[in-house]
């Protein structure tokens, strides 16, 4: 028999009647808080983490009240697996704990990572096998599973090592929705592809195809990615300010080129919400993937954008949470823990820095204040309690800050 998750909520009558609990019911929800998610803690993905280590995790993220989290992949490792049996396990030991599970299922281009790629073809047996294992999932974890991500910033240009055309994303997309009409899947799983604005319309005109307006009209929803981290290098007008005015200080300054991230963030959306609506006016929008990393060297760090650190990752957390809250949208923020094994050969680049909890088990600067009330009290991660960066010291964080700078020595990786 296939379990749904029940929820009792009073009528008009005020006697309580039971609610099915969906995509559609939690996407939007500020009860819901989202958060992306992969419990990798070692430098390479080979060493997945056992399902006791993800039920560390879970504890944490519940702790903070997070319900929903998204994975990126159902095959190439055990880990969405063991992300979905850690959270059944935990319901079957308290039946309060809620985790819901936005699930991922990475597709690439035919000769991905390779010098032969094509990018107008998919991978048809590692997609196709990303996609059974996605179902499978969905039908053994119909409580948990609510909605089904078909790729990961699959379209957009410059993933040139990787990208598809929205044409492979779209047969997929349609493929699953068939699926819910035969009644082989829950009509109540939502189906969508997480992707860059870009990707889907709201940037350069080269991405509005017939391709994209078919896909847009075959997801639940579109799950669509902003990252003005990446754009204070990529694209710094935004950014860059005349730092040069020495009556204010680095944490005004701070303070200022966040609310400037805030903004560029929201008009990323905005962009992205004209195109999406002039072809399906009702479709839903939530953000699939924003974050800010803490730690750089080359072009987030001191000699380039002077974007990393914890003092503005918390400033964009809270930003970010309360718009997206109080416009109704789901923000999948990432991310919840560093992840060393996205940079491997450099300890200090962005990509491995950008959880709100470090691999020493640390809470960062935006989460001190859970620390501080106890939220944490009894959890371990690696045998770990969580405790804060910096010792708890402030001032010491605050020494930590990057101003912006109008012409930062921007230097590429090599």
Same mark, same amino acid.
Request: with cysteine; aromatic share 10%; charged share 25%.
């Given at each position: ?8 909520? @009073? ?6 009647? +039971? ?8 996407? &939007? ?16 993905? #080979? ?5 006791? /280590?993800?039920?560390?995790?879970? %504890? ?10 998204? !994975? ?19 319901? $079957?030991?308290?039946? !309060? ?28 047996? =590692? ?6 294992? #996605? ?13 089904? #991500?078909? &790729? ?28 819910? %009409? ?37 997801? /639940? ?13 990529? !694209? ?17 300054? #701070? ?14 959306? %905005?962009? !992205? ?22 730690? *750089? ?28 809250? $109080? ?7 990432? +991310? ?9 050969? /450099? ?29 944490? %009290? &009894? ?12 010792? =708890? ?9 990057? *101003? ?9 990786? @090599?």
């Amino acid at each position: 028999m296939i379990s749904i998750t029940i929820a009792c909520s @009073p009528n008009k009558e005020g006697k309580q009647v +039971e609610e099915i609990i969906t995509a559609e019911h939690i996407l &939007g929800n500020r009860n819901f808080t989202a958060i992306s998610f992969g419990g990798f803690r070692e430098e390479t993905r #080979a060493i997945c983490p056992s399902v006791e /280590d993800l039920k560390e995790d879970m %504890k944490i993220l519940g702790a903070i009240d997070i319900k929903i989290i998204r !994975t990126y992949s159902t095959q190439l490792f055990p880990h969405a697996e063991r992300v979905l049996k850690a959270i059944h396990e935990l319901k $079957e030991q308290d039946s !309060t704990f809620e985790m819901y599970v936005m699930l991922g299922a990475w597709i690439e281009c035919e000769g991905a990572f390779t010098s032969t790629r094509n990018h107008a073809k998919g991978n048809v047996k =590692g997609n196709n096998a990303e996609i059974k294992r #996605a179902i499978e999932l969905a039908k053994e974890y119909p409580d948990i599973v609510k909605i089904i #991500a078909v &790729g990961n910033e699959s379209m957009v240009h410059w993933a040139e090592t990787y990208s598809v055309s929205a044409k492979v994303v779209l047969n997929y997309v349609e493929q699953l929705q068939e699926l819910k %009409k035969a009644g082989k899947l829950d009509s109540n799983l939502w189906v969508t592809s997480s992707d860059n604005f870009a990707s889907w319309g709201g940037a350069s005109t080269d991405y509005h195809t017939d391709d994209l307006t078919k896909l847009i009209q075959a997801v /639940d929803y579109v799950s669509m990615h902003t990252y003005p981290f990446h754009d204070t290098h990529y !694209t710094p007008k935004f950014w860059q300010i005349d730092s040069t005015d020495l009556t204010k200080g680095r944490i005004q300054l #701070a303070e200022e080129g966040m609310l400037r991230a805030k903004e560029y963030a929201i008009s990323q959306y %905005k962009s !992205t919400k004209k195109h999406i609506h002039s072809i399906a006016p009702n479709k839903p929008i939530h953000i699939g993937e924003t974050g800010w990393a803490t730690s *750089a060297y080359t072009n987030y760090g001191v000699e380039g954008s002077r974007a990393a650190d914890e003092f503005k990752q918390k400033l964009y957390y809270d930003y970010m949470r309360d718009w997206s809250s $109080e416009n109704e949208l789901s923000c999948f923020f990432f +991310e919840a823990f560093d992840e060393p094994w996205k940079d491997s050969f /450099d300890a200090k680049a962005s990509e491995n820095h950008f959880g709100l909890i470090n691999i020493k088990s640390e809470a960062k600067y935006v989460l001190w204040n859970a620390v501080d009330s106890g939220k944490f %009290k &009894g959890l371990l991660r690696n045998g770990n309690t969580i405790t804060k960066t910096y010792g =708890g010291n402030e001032e010491e964080m605050l020494r930590s800050i990057l *101003a912006p700078s109008k012409k930062p020595k921007l230097k590429n990786k @090599p």
